[in-house]
């Protein structure tokens, strides 16, 4: 059984935080700093033992191309992503290897299959579960993963399903497609908070993994390329011997550890050096009640898709984020402590960055406690949905 999960983090500090001239921000506003950013990159690179390699990052953390061109100068070209703006800005970055880690058809899959071609020095590949998702890939230059559900039960054919693995990868060769590989995401061992059981559960998880991959190259089907662990699992991914010897290249899909949260600082070691790289910054609006008071950072700003509390407040551990609003969030002052005043600025630690990142249009750059720049937040949303016909426009 699970664990319970770890206490929101707190910091105490807010003093490499503090931006010059923050009173002509308006807010709420994303920030970004970039020196803590590159500091994450070459964390996870260091972990890696120094090989870029084996990181395909999760790229709908970093959301903005400014952010991908410097996971592409650390030499991070193999990324994921999970829509077709974010693969867009990806390969605009510089990636060389993409993968859509999200199942797609129709529209969608033929809109992959465009991009596919704009950037044809690019290799891009896509997620498979079922025979019937292969001919929208037929004849185009896309390769396939097949996603694997180990556990979380969202998407992917299951892990012991091993026979239909096999007449996947097989259907897949057979429509003259490249049979890249596994992707399997198991986002879902953040329950556990203890990092050994964590570690123990997903070795287990590893364990049939590699009895598939045997069961493939038994077929005759070479497994090129492995992917397994988001931030929760990337310490258990590395202490996993047998993706040591492996015959395949295993790559780790951590996005998260680029900008950091109040939750991945609880799932990662602290001896890793990791620090949050993005927050929101908010101006206390109201004291509503003695002990209460209330900043512009509701749920419109910084998500509340992992629960309440939504955040964190640098060097103020002492104030307990309420449940939000869409534009309001209420913060608690235990009694006797400091009351911000009306005007103050808070630094928040998103619960959770990624949703929060997407929550805004731009972020201000940070550098050396000062604004160096403000980037868009390139691949926020999604593309157009639909274009209508040069020719109906003009009949209209």
């Given at each position: ?69 410097q ?36 529209a ?6 465009e ?25 185009s ?56 059981a964590?570690?123990?559960a ?86 509503p ?94 593309e ?13």
């Amino acid at each position: 059984m699970a664990d319970p999960k770890p206490a929101l983090a707190v910091y105490p500090s807010t003093a490499s935080y503090q931006i010059t001239g923050v009173e002509a921000v308006m807010t709420p506003a994303l920030a970004i700093y970039a020196d803590k950013v590159a500091a994450n990159i070459a964390a996870t690179l260091r972990v890696l033992g120094g090989d870029a390699n084996r990181w395909r990052p999760h790229v709908k953390t970093s959301k903005l191309g400014f952010i991908m061109h410097q996971l592409i100068e650390h030499n991070v070209t193999n990324v994921k992503c999970a829509t077709t703006l974010e693969l867009q800005t990806a390969a605009e970055a510089g990636a060389t290897d993409i993968l859509l880690a999200y199942s797609v058809m129709g529209a969608n899959a033929l809109r992959v299959r465009e991009l596919a071609e704009q950037y044809s020095d690019r290799r891009v590949s896509a997620l498979v579960e079922d025979v019937a998702q292969i001919k929208a890939w037929t004849g185009s230059k896309i390769s396939l993963f097949i996603d694997i559900n180990c556990g979380m039960d969202r998407t992917g054919l299951e892990l012991a399903r091993t026979a239909e693995i096999i007449q996947l990868a097989q259907a897949i060769q057979d429509a003259g497609l490249v049979f890249r590989g596994l992707h399997v995401y198991d986002g879902h061992m953040s329950k556990y908070a203890d990092l050994a059981a964590r570690e123990k559960a997903t070795h287990q998880n590893y364990d049939q993994l590699m009895e598939s991959v045997a069961a493939l190259a038994a077929a005759g089907l070479a497994v090129e390329e492995v992917i397994t662990a988001g931030t929760p699992a990337f310490p258990c991914a590395l202490t996993y011997q047998p993706f040591k010897a492996a015959p395949f290249l295993h790559r780790v899909s951590p996005g998260t550890v680029v900008y950091g949260d109040c939750t991945s600082t609880g799932q990662l070691p602290v001896e890793w050096g990791y620090e949050p790289a993005a927050i929101v910054v908010a101006t206390v609006v109201s004291h509503p009640t003695a002990n209460r008071i209330t900043c512009d950072a509701g749920h419109k700003s910084v998500s509340a898709d992992a629960g309440v509390p939504t955040c964190s407040v640098l060097g103020r551990p002492d104030l307990h984020p309420n449940k939000p609003s869409e534009e309001h969030l209420p913060i608690d002052v235990p009694a006797g402590a400091a009351t911000p005043a009306i005007g103050d600025h808070l630094y928040l630690v998103p619960r959770h960055v990624c949703p929060t990142v997407n929550n805004f249009d731009h972020a201000l750059i940070v550098e050396a406690g000062r604004i160096v720049r403000v980037e868009r937040v390139t691949a926020r949303g999604r593309e157009i949905p639909f274009e209508i016909p040069t020719t109906e426009k003009s009949q209209s």
